[in-house]
């Protein structure tokens, strides 16, 4: 839910739980997808990415899925740590020579202990 | 991935003057990019650094208020100048051509900027 004051929204989650984080993106004609991680006082940290003739991509412990025809992404984090407890953002480049990132709100992930 | 610093870590200035943040990275990339992050927000596109030519704005952000230096492929600089106190922000260099997908942007650590 919305968390007020830090304009973002937010989801708490059990030590050990898995976490989906979602997003939506605005541009029907992008074509590669970025989710970072954005630790307090850090700069956003790549993850992992995806491009638009994939659906699905695994990482160490994470899986993206991007939905074109809804324009929906999401991150999925696998046994969800205290360590991963950050902002998380989506982020998408419209390709071709464009080269700039489009970034969404953002989502502030909490881990329990 | 290329390492990326940028320099000051963070500073405190007064309202009308102007601070130059620096970014270096360890290596030569193809894309410099400025953004800045206000507040419990996301990140936003200043502009895109071009080496040996003017930077490219975003629409709200113009070269007066925000210059741009690349003298480089691994050096450069933002200005933020005659500041008032809606300037305070992180400030974050990012770049494009420096890992093992050339898409991807990486980021510095940003600078946090406190205008009183």
């Known amino acids: 839910g919305e968390s007020v004051g830090l304009h973002l929204p937010t989801l708490s989650v059990q030590e050990g739980d898995n976490s989906i984080i979602n997003c939506a993106y605005s541009n029907s004609a992008s074509d590669y997808f970025i989710w970072y991680k954005q630790e307090s006082g850090k700069g956003p940290q790549f993850i992992i990415d995806i491009r638009s003739n994939m659906d699905k991509r695994q990482g160490q412990r994470v899986t993206v899925l991007l939905n074109k025809t809804v324009k929906h992404l999401s991150l999925q984090i696998a046994a969800t740590q205290p360590g991963d407890s950050a902002v998380y953002f989506c982020a998408e480049n419209s390709g071709g020579s464009n080269y700039k990132l489009t970034f969404g709100k953002g989502t502030l992930l909490t881990v329990n202990p | 991935s290329a390492v990326i610093s940028q320099k000051p870590s963070r500073d405190i200035c007064q309202r009308g003057t102007s601070l130059t943040i620096q970014c270096q990275v360890d290596s030569q990339v193809t894309m410099m990019f400025w953004y800045r992050q206000q507040p419990g927000q996301s990140l936003t596109l200043i502009a895109t650094a071009n080496q040996g030519s003017e930077a490219t704005y975003e629409s709200g952000f113009v070269i007066d208020k925000f210059p741009i230096s690349r003298p480089n492929l691994t050096f450069s600089t933002l200005t933020v100048s005659n500041m008032s106190p809606e300037d305070s922000s992180i400030y974050l260099c990012?770049?494009?051509?420096?890992?093992?997908?050339?898409?991807?942007?990486?980021f510095g650590p940003g600078t946090r900027l406190t205008v009183l």
């Open positions: 990012s770049v494009e051509g420096a890992g093992v997908s050339t898409d991807t942007q990486y």
